[in-house]
């Protein structure tokens, strides 16, 4: 009935007709997120629709055309859904012909400052203020995996710019207070090490290294480029901070 609409009477309620969204959405566009979620009759309705580009309200006997486009969304990758059956394989071959892989947040690590940007004009407290995140509490973001991906980093931007200590800054201390209950908070605490200034520095390094070959995709011509390291200077570090075991597991030793 919300997608497709409905016609006056077609069940206890329905007192007017209602276009739908597909129809009222006009040439814009329909987004619809978890398709795999869907029952195996709903995606059967969405492939007429895709076919022949109309829709019937439920309990109508006319069609309509439908001119938006539709982009469908899951988190899970469409040939998997179409072995484990939970697509059917008609509206598999429908919507997989222009598939966007979008990686996880830990795979683009590079776009944190964009996506940090973005959630703090979306939530700040104060829209007309400019809130900003400290150097060390961006650090700890940019180390962190996301398994939450943008929603999770999101969350907690949200969390701590509502629950900052004062003026326009979020600092470490507020993300402490903002990752109860979330992934991040197992992540604060493995940094809340020893508070001397050499140990700070190794992590802070170690961190850094670990970044820049994520970023890179494991490439240590790359990422000691980006460090501003020799190709050699860089491998003593890896050894030195003892990562090759991380690197192996994350696919980037090289």
Known sequence: SELFGHVRGAFTGAHADRPGLLRAAGVGTVFLDEIDKAPGSFQGALLHVLDRAEVRPVGGHEAFRVQARMVFATNVPLPRLRAEGALLPDLFYRIA??????????????????????????????????????????????????????????????AAALLRAGGQTIEATDLQRAAEATSLEAHLQRTDGPADLSTKLRELERDEILLALRVEAGNQTRAARRLGLSRRGLNKKIHRHELLDELRTEGLAR
């Open 97 to 158: 012909a222009l598939a966007i892989h979008v990686p996880p947040l830990r795979d683009r690590r590079e776009d944190l400052d964009l996506l940090l940007a973005r959630a703090l004009r979306d939530w700040a407290e104060d829209p007309a203020g400019a809130v900003v995140v400290s150097p060390e509490a961006r650090r700890l973001l940019r180390a962190h995996d996301w398994p939450g991906n943008v929603r999770e980093l999101f969350g907690v931007v949200r």
